[in-house]
């Protein structure tokens, strides 16, 4: 009884095995992604206002930014949990700490797009990885194997935190410019750093964790844009909110369906296929946060409080769309489908950014991407499968 205590309170993180049956996300994880979700809450809201305000670029500019930060922790606690969740009290306490570090982020996202002060967001962004440096320093402790690959993880984040600290010295637009600088330097010390000893991440797991992440910030956009069409109700434009809610639940009941058609952990056969999976998934996860803001300032135009035309409204809503169906085809279209459905999404694409510019866009745009889905179910459930060859 007193070992089995003693493994729950501490236990040697060495890595697990990356062919462990039945591995799935922990209570911890899901937790979270929860948690994060705030903060990707915070910043879909602040690009509604900015665009419905008139600012859509620097509204834009800013969300890409702030989510860059939000994602980037997540897909680093990931990975890292993936290949060395030991579950003991160590592990949850850091975890913690990484999730109080995205509450201040999530804190500091209205004042970085009101008045452009990211001081807080990079408080929060640097608790976060500076409790990923303390993971990786007990992995270089416990694990010899990977121990030069926790080393220079633990030592690249620790040095492009500096970066991100002494960013904020800096005047405009300098500052704009060492953010982008920054931005690649973290995106490298993963591919530095798993050069020396590749760390055995689970598939499996990876695959779910990133569908789990992706179902969460789906449901963050029919929440943002259900309080915007519930808010807009009491202004008299009843019928077309309903057309307006009606098209939108369709548009996100697609992405949904879209994403979940195929796993992809069949494609995660190499460190090389992992970061280009994991990384383009950066444009699959901001545009699914971004169409919630664009349904809603969809939902401002037609209550008369948005000062953006009709049409600037509906490419909040068609350009992530667009982006979403666009990096879908990319990472996992492409290597499951053959035929139709190859050709199916880049006309898609086009024409849901061409749906704007006709009348009752949001609708077109469901009904394009409702088509899309159609012809995905069909193509991987073919009405007349064909026979079965006969056994000699």
């Known amino acids: 009884m007193a070992e089995a205590a003693r493994r729950v309170l501490y236990r040697r993180m060495t890595s697990r095995s990356p ?17 994060f979700v705030v903060a990707v809450a915070q910043a879909a809201a602040s690009l509604h ?16 930014m702030v989510f860059f930060a939000i994602w980037w922790a997540w897909v680093n606690f990931s990975w890292f ?25 999530a804190a500091g996202v209205p004042s970085a797009f009101d008045r452009g002060d990211f001081r807080l967001i990079t408080l929060g962004y640097v ?3 500076l409790a990923m440096v303390t993971q990786w320093l007990r992995v270089a402790a416990q694990d010899p194997a ?18 991100w600290v002494l960013r904020l010295l800096l005047p405009a637009p ?20 798993e050069r020396k000893a590749p760390t055995h991440w689970h598939p499996h797991h990876i695959a779910e964790r990133y569908s789990l992440f992706t179902l969460i910030v789906l449901g963050e956009s029919v929440l943002s844009a259900t309080l915007a069409v519930e808010a807009a109700f009491g202004t008299g434009h009843a ?20 994403y979940f058609e195929r796993s992809a952990h069949d494609l995660l056969v190499s460190l090389r ?75 898609a694409v086009v024409l849901v950014l061409l749906a704007p510019l006709g009348p009752a866009p949001v609708q077109v745009i469901a009904l394009l991407i409702a088509a899309l889905t159609t012809v995905v179910v069909l193509a991987r459930h073919p009405r007349h499968p064909r026979p079965a060859p006969p056994r000699p």
């Open 19 to 35: 062919d462990e049956p039945h591995r799935t996300a922990t209570p911890l994880e899901l937790f979270f992604d929860l948690c």
């Open 49 to 64: 206002h900015a665009v419905t305000e008139g600012h859509t670029g620097q509204g834009v500019l800013g969300f890409l």
């Open 81 to 105: 949990s993936s290949a060395y969740d030991t579950d003991d009290v160590p592990f949850r306490l850091t975890t913690m700490v990484q999730i109080a570090g995205a509450l201040i982020l």
């Open 127 to 129: 608790v976060m990885r």
């Open 146 to 163: 990977h121990r030069g690959t926790a080393l220079r993880f633990a030592g690249g984040i620790a040095l492009v935190q500096v970066g």
């Open 174 to 193: 300098w500052d704009f410019r060492a953010f982008f600088v920054l931005v690649v330097c973290e995106l490298l010390v993963p591919v530095w750093a």
């Open 239 to 258: 019928a077309s909110l309903v057309w307006l809610a009606a098209a939108g639940l369709v548009i996100v009941f697609s992405m949904w369906w879209l």
């Open 273 to 347: 296929a992992g970061i280009r999976w994991g990384y383009g998934h950066y444009f699959i996860l901001a545009a699914a946060a971004a169409v919630g803001a664009g349904l809603a300032a969809m939902a401002d135009f037609y209550s008369h409080v948005s000062h953006v035309s009709a049409r600037a409204a509906a490419y909040a809503v068609a350009i992530p769309v667009a982006v979403y169906l666009l990096s879908l085809f990319l990472l996992q279209i492409c290597p499951h489908y053959r035929g139709l459905v190859v050709y199916a999404f880049p006309v």
